[in-house]
């Protein structure tokens, strides 16, 4: 028999909104003993159904996969015929919007709440799918996850990998280990060569950082692209270089490419090699961005990428990370040429879009120049917003003129 979580009186409202998430703080009590990641039954005061999902410990008990009745869970799971269709729609949408194509073959498929499939990341590349759980019940779904991109794909399917290891629970008693779920016979690779808007890329999903590659940046590498011909271009926090090809292919007269990993600059060396770039148009610096920003000449560059890891992981770190992006936009600024372009990011969940854009105006107030904001700048299509959960809306960025 199904377990449910029985709802305290006045605390359903947010599920009949829709949001995809049961806060601790609203459950009563729960009927039965469930497993970390066992798809329980939430009901409200009186005992209606209200929704399906993964029961989990933490601050959120409940991760919402289903507000219907459609489909019933056995012994704590859903069957697979539930995950084809959820995998499917996915797959569906992005087939409709074009993504996948013959200059873009790879994309993320799902992107956990956008996709009414809170927990579960699916990225893409070219016939590889690469699986990260965050949740003990998406992991223990991942065999039928697996089918399920099968009898999506077809044949077009490579192979499925497992990369949660650092992302799933730990204390949940997983057994984790990043890993091939399945993979055709005959293949070998551990790495491949993507396309994204018609630029090659190296993807390396097994030791790369999360999936192997930052796919939620395609849409802000072709601006970027647009705005470098003839220009000089800084690319800070580059990991594998996606920023620097793209400013390389649209012309740019020297493209400087830094981050502190030696790892990910080998990656960009290969990258522009692989691309056919004349070597003299780039440079690979291997060295904390913030230390090279700051010792080079004002003037030097006419257009700065700043785009760096997440400076906060919980709502405790983001009165410093506010700070950290107020010093860090406000070197850029003192630093690009006049008449230059920056684009500055924040991937920081817990930094909504205004409290990024104070902390940038802070930065060019501090150094008094002025300063345009010509595009806001966000995720692509393919990294949906589910509109019952803005949470979901990670990414913001500014394109910035200054004179």
Known sequence: MIKKVILKKGRDESLKRFHPWVFSGAVQRIEGEPYEGEVVEVVDFAGEFLAY???????????????????????????????????????????TLGIDNSQTNCYRL????GDNLPGLIIDYYDGVAVVQAHSAGMYLSEAKICEALKHCYGGALKAVYDKSEGTAPFKAGLELGDKYL??????????????????????????????????????NRRMVGE????????NLFCYT??????????????????????????????????????????ESVCEDAIDYLKKIPEGEFDLIIVDPPA???????????????????????????????????????????????????????????SVKILRRLTQ????????????????????????
């Open 53 to 95: 999902g993964h029961y989990q410990v933490g601050s959120i008990s409940v991760r919402v996969l289903a507000f219907d009745q459609e489909y019933e869970p056995v012994d704590g799971e859903f069957g697979l015929d539930f995950w084809v269709e959820k995998i499917y729609l996915a797959y569906k949408m992005r087939r």
């Open 241 to 282: 270089g996606g920023f620097s090809i793209y400013a390389l292919a649209a012309g740019a007269r020297k493209v400087v490419s830094v981050d502190s990993s030696k790892v990910a600059m080998a990656m960009v060396d290969r990258n522009v090699a692989y691309n056919g770039f004349e070597p003299q148009r780039h």
């Open 311 to 369: 400076f906060a992981k919980h709502r405790g770190s983001l009165n410093n990370a506010l700070r950290a992006y107020k010093r860090l936009n406000a070197c850029a600024i003192e630093k690009v040429a006049r008449g230059g372009i920056i684009f500055t990011y924040s991937c920081s969940q817990v930094v909504d879009k205004q409290a990024f854009a104070l902390a940038v105006f802070s930065a060019a107030a501090s150094v008094g120049r």
């Open 110 to 113: 799902v992107h956990g709440e």
């Open 227 to 234: 705005q470098s011909r003839g220009k000089k271009v800084l």
């Open 182 to 219: 399945w993979k055709r016979e005959d293949f070998k690779e551990e790495e491949s060569p993507v396309l994204e808007n018609g630029k090659s890329f190296l993807v390396n999903w097994e030791k790369g950082q999360k999936t192997g590659f930052f796919l939620d940046q395609r849409d």
């Open 380 to 403: 692509p299509a393919d990294h949906p917003v589910n509109i019952y959960h803005p949470e979901g809306e990670y990414l913001k960025g500014l394109m910035l003129y200054v004179e």
